[in-house]
């Protein structure tokens, strides 16, 4: 059989469509696909959560492919070590306590799992702002990272969710959006982003997770975002704490589904 290249180009754009409009109404968008955004998909889909990430780059996995300075191998610690058996990542006992996992084999398979398990990843999409109805946040405000970085004047598109999920990393960018567009009403003692604390492992490590909360309503905030937020230590390149927060956002927000219900 021939193969029609006009075929292959409907094929492409008319699937592509309707999986993007079928993921236009979620329970839960996520803006980024760092290791705690996907960790928070994947924990989020498994409960049959019809979730989607965002993702401004070609790639997905975030800062989790460089490992530390671009040896790509991570550590995890004692808490860490259960979420890599959960998503069946092996990893080696460095010493008592640190444990050494393959950067490509864990992101290649945390993304396995959680597409497997239902999420839709959009790479190439940047979010932009979000969506308000009356007082409540409500969704994702979108566009090509290529028109993004082009600065183009192209107006974005819009999706609804009933739970926003911040997962930009270190820069916060979702809630600097919210602050910026709304006033620092965040949940912080402050009101505003607390701003990140300097590299502390240990400290870094249990406060990313104890600060995986609402920081917003309807918005959750997960990874080193939760720690720029709420004003926390970064960790550097122990991840267990990325993972961690992930599941630990995907918990706050089934709760909340689950009352809704
Ligand atoms: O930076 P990133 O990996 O965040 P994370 O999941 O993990 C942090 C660790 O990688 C590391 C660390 C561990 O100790 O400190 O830094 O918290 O992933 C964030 C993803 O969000 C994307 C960005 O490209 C990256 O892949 N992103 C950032 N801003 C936007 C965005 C945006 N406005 N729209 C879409 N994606």
């Not at 492919?65 to 959960?86: P, R, T």
């Not at 004003?231 to 599941?247: C, D, E, N, Q, Y």
């Amino acid at each position: 059989m021939n193969l029609d290249d006009v075929v292959i180009t409907r094929a492409i754009v008319e699937s592509f469509s309707k999986k993007f409009l079928e993921y236009s109404e979620l329970d839960v968008a996520i803006a980024g696909a760092g290791p705690a955004g996907l960790c928070a998909a994947y924990c989020l889909a498994r409960q049959k959560v019809k979730v989607a990430v965002f993702e401004r780059k070609l790639s997905i996995g975030g800062g989790m492919w460089g490992g530390g300075m671009m040896f790509n191998e991570l550590v995890v610690g004692q808490e860490g070590k259960g979420i890599l058996d959960e998503i069946e990542v092996s990893y080696r006992t460095y010493q008592e306590g640190y444990y050494t996992a393959d950067a490509v084999e864990c992101i290649s398979t945390l993304c396995s799992k959680a597409t497997k398990a239902g999420v839709k990843v959009f790479n190439l999409i940047s979010v932009e702002d979000v969506m308000l109805e009356g007082e409540k946040v409500c969704g994702l405000v979108l566009n090509w990272s290529a028109v993004e970085m082009a600065s183009l004047h192209v107006d974005p598109l819009t999706i609804r969710a009933k739970y926003l999920v911040e997962a930009t990393g270190h820069p916060a960018e979702l809630i600097k959006i919210i602050v910026k567009k709304i006033g620092p009403k965040l949940l912080t003692p402050t009101g505003d982003i607390v701003g990140e604390k300097p590299m502390w492992a240990d400290m870094g490590e249990k406060e990313v997770v104890e600060n995986t909360k609402e920081a917003f309503p309807n918005v959750y905030v997960t990874g080193m975002a939760a720690n720029a937020v709420f004003g926390a230590h970064r960790m550097g390149p122990i991840f267990g704490g990325m993972l961690l927060s992930g599941k630990r956002a995907a918990s706050e927000i089934l709760k909340k589904l689950k009352t809704q219900e």
